[in-house]
């Protein structure tokens, strides 16, 4: 009982340390629920259909229209909103697909060494010599459709090459400290090892690595917007800043075309960013590591 | 521990070889695995669709041998620096092509990454030796928005700005013809064209690699044997160089080694956006229109550089840490 | 800031002075400057000036400057430099003397004698002769990679007897004329010496009225006037085409005005902004390709012509023109021949579909169909469900497929959009795995092979195997295969062109395909601003009429 109740109130300690009294996650966790609820209300939110074409185009923004209407006549602060949900899905989601198979590969890669190690690096090596983004162009010209799934699966599968490089060469130099000789020594197994004793130690390099990969796959996504390769079905931000660039909203003087989907990215980018970073910095002071000089 | 060792020389070397050997298989494989057939596709362009011109285009293209004959010649042609001829500018040489457009994005993305990784030392030191300042946080928040914030987005701002509006600088292009002067003036004048180029790839990389200095400069001060260089009473200033920079600056020392390859891919939107002759546009046109020894050409050269810049990589990792053994 | 500006600006104006004995033309970002170095060399003399055209062209598709070139090739320079025997006006739809002043036929078409143009000579100062002609139209027997018409498979020989070629083919050819339009004559002296299959003529040398003189990586291609051309010497010094990777770009340049025009390139959504500007003209005119989706006739359902007509009528290609293509480009006829083919094209069929929702709804439902309660058409319980392919990484076509589905589901037909690279869609369409696909489909010059490539029987396949010919809807249709026949045999144009009138007549009744616009020349140029002569009614911009009267303003 009294254990049980310790433990407890461990846990909390840990939450009012990360969070409650963590201003910096606490906005960033205020700007992606904001985000979130954007995108499940969507349809309450938006005053139009995202791709309905009934407008005059090229007006300014109006009491009807607050981001004014793009070039092919549709309402464009309803496609922001419609937008959330497909870059922040494609975010978040390709995001822990390539952390899964990041952090795996590069403790693997970095605790076991030998065998295992030498192939597993073979294999980012090689895929690292190949530009990732010529990669996924590849990819999105070979599958049938590129749908949301499609969008995430490959984007999460390519974007952890760095993540596993990074976390290897961390693992790499604490496997060769004295805890974890210690903890062979004491019979534990190499996933136990990898996952007890040397994740906890290298978590700054984690959260910051999760941290970009998420944001890293908004923007991937909006770049392949871009370059004319997502599902132009699905209303993205990036696909929305893609068709400004093609329509020359430049020319237009359509800032309103332009800026929110940018500053969208950016802020929901920004969020994530702040998160990790917060949690990074908490972690240093933990371990006394911050070394005033 | 010091030094290199033949052995460890000799099986990096094999390592890197069979490195590339995968990567150039996988780059043999990779456009034949997408749909749709050059051949078909060049006769639908330009013989209305003529079945019998494709098969035509078909031998011309030795796309009608077997696939693993086809890889045998593409590995031997290879061997002998040829890289093939393109489909698409049948019958340029695709070394050719690659020759032109190569130097350009060599231009503005070596110069953007040194750029971006001297101020990121700098500001990144800068920002973790002074933590939790009003000047340390600004950086970092700021750096954390710029992270976030779509690569072409910020080229498209950028030309908006200085180009359109203000008229700064040219709005596209490496270079004016009308420019024919001596080599000082011509040199002027592709520095004028690739200002904006640059600009927009500073820009974006650099906030990632600033903190990613800065976050290494953090977690080696919190090294234990830096705490006890401290406790010793070594001065500030020395622990800072003798310790705690070099160590900071082993992983981004990798990064810098790699992120050329990438940087390659990523320089397609900038040369977009700043309609700007390079690799990263010939790649992707490649690839839209199927050119496979185009797109196996540029894959190539990019493998190789990578290759060998991770092999030196690998070579003076050791030497730079000293906890890694060569063994 | 202000330091930073005031420095690049010297060392813009000292590049601009060092090179000042290069050229007339100024940094690319001072327009104005432009125009006033042309004024000054204008005064006293009738010629001077630079025209500056833009294209969407990257460093590759200039690596290789051969006139055999295949697709993927950036050819419109070739109009400055390079002729072709005879010239194919696409705005009048004639053919006019260009290398050769005049042809003859003989009885049965099986000889075409063409009499070479004496005055003509190579910009390296050599005659124009036969042994060019002779030379050119071996290349293409001995690289038949180069042929794209697969004209040798119908030609015997090719002879010269001084200045005049004879054209000899195993049966009559009655196109031939046409087919000869597309075909660029290089200069022999040049090309003997190198292997025509592997040539990629870094130095071209044409009969034009512009020389190729240099190229900025990138940039652009710098193009002197021809002073001895047989037409006369271009009023311009010299024409500069400016590339750019995108066609956003290049429209970008032309509104700002550092270009005086186009060849072609123009981001449709700002034509409206284009042409409230000073000046600023389009010229627009049929071109050799129609947009269409296709429909597969070996689908059970899409092999109703009821089904097909009612989508058909269900399109409203006038909107689709205005809101995809802001007007800058000319319907696709359900009949398809474009204007281009002039008495040929059968105007009644052309005109004889239009929109009609509530008409296409009751021709679904007086062939039997009945709408589910989803609103959607279905007969003996199959719903009509199609997929729908279009281009990936082109936003205006996903746009008009986007309109394009709303329409036919308004009508009640279930779509499943699907995307593919244009190289998937060749295939695809070759080997007719599609429902509906969006694509345009290209044709030579002839009205007859427009219409037998793309509707006779035998141009098509199984769905399944690829198809011989551009008769990817699967489309067969015996009257059209039998009068088609006739029309091979027959040499008598005014009997000709009634059997195009008629197969036109049974197209448009079949409803083979959905039209959407033809793939028109659209070129938008400016006339009074910099330079001024153009005459868009009677040529294209880019031809060498043209060229040569095209000059700065006064």
Redesign the interface.
């Known amino acids: 009982m009294k254990k049980e109740k310790k433990q407890k109130s461990d846990s909390y300690l840990v939450l009012e340390k990360y969070l409650l009294k963590n201003t910096k996650a606490k906005i960033g966790i205020g700007i992606i629920v904001f985000f979130t609820l954007v995108a499940v209300f969507a349809p309450v939110i938006a005053p139009y259909e995202a791709t309905q074409m009934d407008f005059v185009p090229w007006e300014a923004p109006s009491s009807e229209h607050w981001l004014g209407v793009n070039s092919y006549g549709q309402d464009i602060f309803s496609q922001v909103v419609y937008g959330t949900r497909v870059t922040i899905s494609v975010g978040i989601l390709a995001g822990l697909l390539t952390s899964f198979i990041g952090i795996f590969v590069g403790l693997l890669a970095g605790y076991k060494g030998g065998k295992t190690g030498e192939i597993l690096m073979r294999i980012v090596d090689v895929f690292l010599v190949i530009p990732t983004l010529a990669f996924m162009i590849i990819l999105a010209a070979f599958l049938p459709s590129m749908g949301i799934v499609n969008l995430i699966i490959i984007i999460g599968a390519l974007n952890w090459l760095w993540m596993a490089r990074s976390i290897r060469s961390q693992t790499l130099s604490e496997a060769r400290r004295e805890y974890v000789d210690a903890a062979k020594a004491q019979g534990m197994g190499t996933i136990e090892i990898m996952f007890k004793e040397i994740l906890p130690n290298i978590i700054p390099v984690v959260t910051a690595n999760m941290v970009m990969v998420v944001t890293q796959a908004m923007l991937t996504e909006a770049t392949l917007s871009f370059l004319g390769l997502g599902d132009p079905s699905l209303i993205s931000w990036g696909q929305m800043l893609s068709v400004s660039f093609d329509n020359n909203a430049i020319l237009y003087n359509a800032w309103y075309w332009m800026l929110p989907p940018g500053f969208c990215i950016a802020t929901l980018g920004f969020s994530f960013m702040l998160i990790g970073n917060s949690f990074l910095d908490i972690y240093a002071n933990d371990r006394g590591g911050a070394v005033s000089l | 521990m010091r030094g290199f060792s033949l052995k460890y020389v000799i099986k990096r070397f094999i390592s890197a070889v069979f490195t590339l050997w995968i990567a150039l298989t996988i780059n043999f494989l990779l456009p034949r695995c997408m749909g749709g057939d050059p051949a078909e596709y060049l006769a639908s362009q330009s013989a209305m669709g003529s079945l019998e011109y494709a098969e035509l285009m078909k031998q011309q293209f030795g796309l009608d041998k077997s696939i693993f004959e086809q890889y045998i010649l593409y590995l031997k042609e290879l061997l002998h620096g040829n890289l093939g001829v393109s489909y698409m500018n049948f019958p340029t040489p695709v070394k050719d092509i690659i020759l032109e457009a190569i130097p350009w994005t060599l231009l503005i993305v070596i110069t953007s990454i040194l750029i971006s990784f001297a101020l990121a030392w700098f500001l990144g030191t800068l920002s973790a030796l002074k933590k939790g300042s009003f000047f340390d946080n600004a950086v970092v928040g700021t750096s954390f928005y710029i992270q976030s914030i779509p690569y072409f987005w910020v080229g498209m701002l950028i030309v908006m700005a200085f180009g359109y509006y203000l008229e700064w600088f040219p709005m596209g292009h490496a270079q004016d013809a009308a420019v024919t002067g001596g080599f000082l003036a011509q040199a002027g004048d592709i520095a004028y064209h690739a200002f904006l180029p640059v600009l927009s790839m500073v820009i974006v990389s650099l906030a990632g690699r600033m903190i990613m200095m800065r976050s290494n400069i953090l977690q080696v001060f919190s090294e234990d044997y830096i705490v006890l260089a401290q406790a010793k009473g070594l001065k500030k200033g020395k622990i800072l160089t003798k310790y705690a920079l070099r160590n900071a600056l082993l992983p981004s020392f990798t990064g810098l080694m790699l992120s050329l390859g990438q940087a390659v891919g990523g320089a397609i939107a900038t040369e977009l956006v700043f309609s700007y002759p390079g690799i990263g546009l010939t790649t992707m046109n490649a690839i839209l229109s199927h050119d496979y020894p185009l797109i196996q050409g540029c894959f190539a050269i990019i493998a190789v550089s990578v290759v060998t810049l991770n092999f030196l990589a690998d070579l003076i990792y050791p030497l730079i840490d000293p906890r890694v053994s060569l063994s | 800031m202000k330091f930073?500006?005031r420095a690049?600006a010297v060392?813009?104006a000292?590049?601009?002075?060092?090179?000042g004995c290069?050229?007339s033309?100024?940094?690319?970002?001072e327009t104005e400057q432009q125009s006033e170095e042309t004024q000054t060399e204008e005064s006293g003399e009738t010629t001077g000036g630079v025209l500056k055209f833009g294209a969407q062209v990257?460093?590759?598709?200039l690596?290789?400057l051969?006139p055999f070139?295949?697709?993927?090739?950036y050819t419109e320079w070739y109009k400055l430099v390079y002729e072709q025997l005879l010239y194919f006006n696409e705005v009048t739809g004639e053919l006019e003397p260009a290398l050769a002043d005049s042809y003859e036929w003989n009885e049965d078409k099986t000889e075409l004698t063409l009499q070479l143009n004496e005055k003509a000579t190579w910009q390296d100062g050599e005659d124009f002769t036969a042994d060019d002609v002779l030379y050119t139209y071996n290349v293409l027997k001995d690289n038949?990679?180069f042929d794209?018409?697969?004209l040798w498979d119908k030609l015997e020989e090719v002879t010269a007897d001084g200045e005049t070629v004879v054209f000899k083919s195993k049966d009559s050819f009655v196109s031939l004329p046409e087919y000869i339009s597309q075909i660029y004559i290089v200069p022999e002296h040049i090309w003997k010496n190198e292997d025509a299959?592997?040539?990629?003529n870094s130095e071209p040398i044409g009969t034009g009225p512009f020389i190729w003189d240099?190229y900025?990586?990138?940039?652009?291609v710098?193009f002197n006037a021809y002073e001895n051309y047989w037409k006369g010497a271009p009023k311009l010094d010299q024409a500069?085409l400016?590339?750019?990777?995108?066609?956003?770009?290049c429209?970008?340049?032309l509104?700002?005005g550092e270009i005086d025009c186009t060849t072609g390139t123009i981001?449709m959504?700002?034509l409206p902004?284009f042409t409230s500007k000073e000046n600023a003209k389009l010229q627009t005119y049929s071109g050799l390709n129609n947009f269409c989706v296709m429909l597969n006739h070996e689908n059970e359902q899409l092999a109703d012509p009821a089904v097909r007509k009612a989508m058909v009528m269900a399109i409203n290609q006038e909107e689709l023109i205005s809101?995809g293509e802001y007007n800058g480009v000319l319907p696709t006829y359900i009949s398809w021949l474009p204007d281009l083919f002039g008495d040929n094209v059968n105007k009644e069929a052309a005109e004889s579909v239009s929109y009609n929702l509530e008409e296409a709804q009751k021709i679904l439902e007086d062939a039997g169909y009945e709408k589910g309660s989803d609103g959607i058409y279905a007969k003996d319980g199959q719903k009509l469900s199609f997929t729908y392919y279009s281009a990936?990484?082109?936003?205006?076509q996903?746009?008009e497929a986007?309109?394009i589905q709303e329409w036919l589901k308004t009508l009640g037909i279930e779509i499943t959009?699907?995307?593919?690279?244009?190289?998937?869609?060749?295939?695809l369409?070759?080997n007719g795995e599609y429902d509906l696909l969006q694509n345009s489909?290209?044709?030579?010059p002839d009205p007859y092979?427009a219409l037998n490539?793309t509707f006779n029987s035998s141009m098509t396949a199984e769905s399944g195997s690829?198809?011989?010919?551009?008769n990817?809807f699967r489309y067969r249709n015996d009257e059209v295969d039998s009068l088609l026949q006739e029309a091979s045999s027959l040499s008598d144009e005014a009997q000709l062109t009634e059997i195009y009138h008629k197969i036109q007549e049974i197209l448009a009744e079949d409803c083979v395909f959905l039209p959407m616009y033809n793939g028109s020349g659209h070129i938008p140029y400016y006339d009074g601003t910099n330079l001024t002569g153009w005459t868009d009614a009677e040529a294209p911009i880019f031809s060498t009429d043209n060229l040569i009267n095209i000059r700065a303003v006064e």
């Open positions: 930073w500006r690049l060392t813009a000292t590049a601009v002075c060092l090179s290069g050229g033309s100024g940094s690319e970002t990257t460093d590759t598709q690596s290789n051969s070139a295949t697709s993927g090739t038949p990679v794209k018409y697969a299959a592997t040539f990629v240099s900025t990586t990138g940039t652009s710098t500069v400016m590339m750019y990777n995108s066609a956003a770009n429209t970008l340049a509104l700002k981001a959504s700002s902004e809101k990936s990484g082109a936003p205006a996903q746009m986007g309109m959009p699907k995307l593919a690279t244009w190289a998937e869609l060749s295939q369409a070759q489909i290209a044709f030579p092979a490539t690829p198809t011989p010919g551009t990817y």
